[in-house]
T-cell receptor, first 114, second 111 residues
Framework: DAGVIQSPRHEVTEMGQEVTLRCKPI?????LFWYRQTMMRGLELLIY????????DSGMPEDRFSAKMPNASFSTLKIQPSEPRDSAVYFC????????????FGQGTRLTVV | EDKVVQSPLSLVVHEGDTVTLNCSYE??????LLWYKQEKKAPTFLFML????IEKKSGRLSSILDKKELSSILNITATQTGDSAIYLC???????????FGKGTSLLVTP
């Protein structure tokens, strides 16, 4: 398996634009997580899905952020409209449906909003 | 609210030194504690600890959990420049399946 695949790797956009980040989890993993990493706040959980259903979105900062998982092999995180304070590295991670397993991370998307 | 605190926040050592990284946590319904290493991009898994007092070891790295003290340490012996990275501690609970991460310890090993 190629691991968790995220795209794009880098995104530079102007304030007010819509940004869509994409993630393909590892096949067979039924948990998918979106995290955001900044120097100030570290790795923060934004939302996670189980079997394509959002379970906990309490970490989504505000209504400008939305996430979907239309099927087991694809998820998106959308920011509309984007703001400079959204600049961060966004990670997607997935894990297997076993009791004590680790999460595997994608390479991340570095988002810069100017 | 669950809390994971790592110390120190950053550390600079010379090659060959031994380092100890700390992680303390407050979490409801603790299930597991995980250590990850983050070099340039994606965090990569090192260890998962669920039971107190049982050391996990991989080469020069080892880790142990103390459930009474709500803490864990990660030891790296005979450090090498390739150990330079951010080391992340994360805790999982039985209340959900997401991991709650600390802010990490940034380790720099100089030649």
């Amino acid at each position: 398996d190629a691991g968790v695949i995220q795209s794009p790797r880098h995104e530079v956009t102007e304030m007010g634009q819509e940004v869509t980040l994409r993630c393909k989890p590892i096949s067979g993993h039924d948990y998918l997580f979106w995290y955001r990493q900044t120097m100030m706040r570290g790795l923060e959980l934004l939302i996670y899905f189980n079997n394509n259903v959002p379970i906990d979105d309490s970490g989504m900062p505000e209504d400008r952020f939305s996430a979907k998982m239309p099927n087991a092999s694809f998820s998106t995180l959308k920011i509309q409209p984007s703001e400079p304070r959204d600049s961060a590295v966004y990670f997607c991670a997935s894990r297997a449906p076993l009791f004590n397993t680790e999460a595997f991370f994608g390479q991340g998307t570095r988002l810069t909003v100017v | 609210e669950d809390k994971v605190v790592q110390s120190p926040l950053s550390l600079v050592v010379h090659e060959g030194d031994t380092v100890t990284l700390n992680c303390s946590y407050e979490v409801t319904n603790f299930r597991s504690l995980l250590w990850y290493k983050q070099e340039k991009k994606a965090p990569t898994f090192l260890f998962m600890l669920t039971s107190s007092g049982i050391e996990k070891k991989s080469g020069r790295l080892s880790s142990i959990l103390d459930k009474k003290e709500l803490s864990s340490i990660l030891n790296i012996t005979a450090t090498q420049t390739g150990d330079s990275a951010i080391y992340l501690c994360a805790v999982g609970s039985n209340s959900g399946y997401a991991l709650n991460f600390g802010k990490g310890t940034s380790l720099l090993v100089t030649p």
